[in-house]
């Protein structure tokens, strides 16, 4: 007996606005997961596994309600396999990204832990054949020369957090991380529906992240009220509505354009770390923010 039928849609052409509003939405809840990890008092691998923990029954209630709607349930066959590389990846994203925040400032981390749109393109070009158009290619630089000239009066400070190049070298690993991701759950929202994949991939970022906790020998439960609220947090606001509404929109735009949008979360994090840890931004990083918005108006008109 085949598969049951998701009746997922084809990609429009022009995705509505809804789903550009659900995708910028997300990208600005994952700006805050910085944030989030600087106040919880355990490991960074520790951290991604609270983080998962907390968003596993949003995902599922969210999987049961899209299964009652659509009248289906499962996956389509070869689903199972870009769903587990995407819960991979995404646990090397995250254990990657809050190690790098004990060595390097919020602001370096995000915005070169954002740089995965290069691979994203890269990848979705040489795998999925997805040539990027001159726009999005525009984009492409304008959201990278944004964010270089976010992170480039950092890269030379000696204070702590703000210097440090192993914080920044587990930041770009983080980014490569997340590239793979993108590429893997957009390939799996082919075959199955957003809310299944979210819960999935989640459950498997989870046990990865527990199992490297306990290898790094880290501490696991939080030892304060703070750090309870904050991987509660990690876990309700910049994943589950984070990561979920991200991959509600891949469904309706290519691996390119989403990938773009994503720089939008380096914004967010030099704005949150300004206004709570005082890591005011220059003039040249005001102006490089400027050029990831203008990045994100190109994307939505390509």
């Avoid at 991979?88 to 981390?109: E, K």
């Avoid at 880290?218 to 990561?243: C, D, F, K, N, R």
């Avoid at 991200?246 to 939008?264: D, E, K, Q």
């Amino acid at each position: 007996m085949s598969a049951p039928s998701l009746s997922l849609p084809d990609r429009p052409a022009t995705p509505a606005l809804g789903m550009f509003l659900a995708l910028l939405l997300g990208a600005t809840c994952i700006g805050f997961s910085g944030i989030f990890v600087r106040f919880a008092d355990v490991g960074p691998a520790a951290a991604g596994f609270w983080r998962m923990a907390f968003a596993l029954p949003v995902l599922a209630a969210w999987m049961a309600l899209e299964d009652r709607r659509n009248g289906a349930g499962g996956v389509r066959p070869g689903a199972m396999l870009p769903i587990a590389l995407a819960g991979l990846a995404f646990g090397v994203d995250v254990v990657l990204y809050n190690a790098s925040l004990g060595f390097t400032s919020i602001a370096n981390a995000s915005l070169l832990g954002n740089l995965s749109p290069v691979g994203v393109i890269l990848g979705g070009w040489l795998l999925f054949r997805e040539k990027p158009t001159r726009r999005i290619l525009g984009a492409l630089l304008l959201a990278i020369g944004g964010a270089g000239m976010l992170v480039l009066p950092k890269l030379g400070a000696t204070t702590p957090p703000s210097g440090g190049m192993l914080g920044d070298g587990l930041a770009i690993g983080a980014a490569f991380s997340y590239a793979a991701y993108i590429l893997a759950v957009r390939r799996a929202r082919n075959r199955a529906a957003a809310g299944r994949i979210g819960l999935i991939s989640s459950a498997i970022c989870a046990v990865f992240c527990l199992v490297a906790a306990l290898g790094l020998g880290e501490t696991i439960l939080p030892q304060t009220l703070t750090g309870w609220l904050a991987v509660a947090a990690l876990g309700l606001v910049s994943h589950a509505m984070g990561q979920g509404l991200i991959t509600l929109a891949l469904g309706h735009y290519g691996a390119n354009a989403a990938s773009l949008v994503m720089v939008w979360p380096a914004l967010v994090s030099v704005l949150a770390a300004w206004a709570i840890f005082a890591e005011q931004p220059s003039p040249a990083q005001a102006f490089g923010g400027v050029a990831i918005l203008a990045a994100v108006l190109l994307v939505r008109k390509g």
